[in-house]
């Protein structure tokens, strides 16, 4: 191989590496692993969670993200918790 062409390889595995996540713990600690698509379903679905889209006014979104940062809870908690007083009651 010429060396142009060993250049040209070097610089494709290079750019390939920089799109690729890097890792955001420190220098010793234990990166958190990134699970995709197909994982997290499969994670979900045996905590028996099941994908529920609706579409809310962005006032009651907005309410909704701020209550959740306040309670330092994730915003699927906080909904299925709301859910469960509204339906209780």
Do not use: C, H, Y
Request: no cysteine; hydrophobic share 45%.
């Amino acid at each position: 191989m010429k060396k142009s062409g060993m250049a040209k390889m070097q610089a494709m595995k290079l750019s390939g590496k920089m799109k690729q996540p890097g890792t955001d713990a420190a220098f010793g600690q234990v990166a958190p692993v990134a699970l995709d698509r197909r994982e997290q379903r499969k994670l979900d679905q045996s905590l028996g969670l099941v994908p529920f889209a609706v579409k809310l006014n962005s006032d009651l979104v907005q309410q909704i993200q701020t209550l959740a940062q306040e309670r330092e809870v994730g915003v699927n908690e906080l909904v299925a918790e709301l859910l469960i007083k509204a339906l209780a009651a």
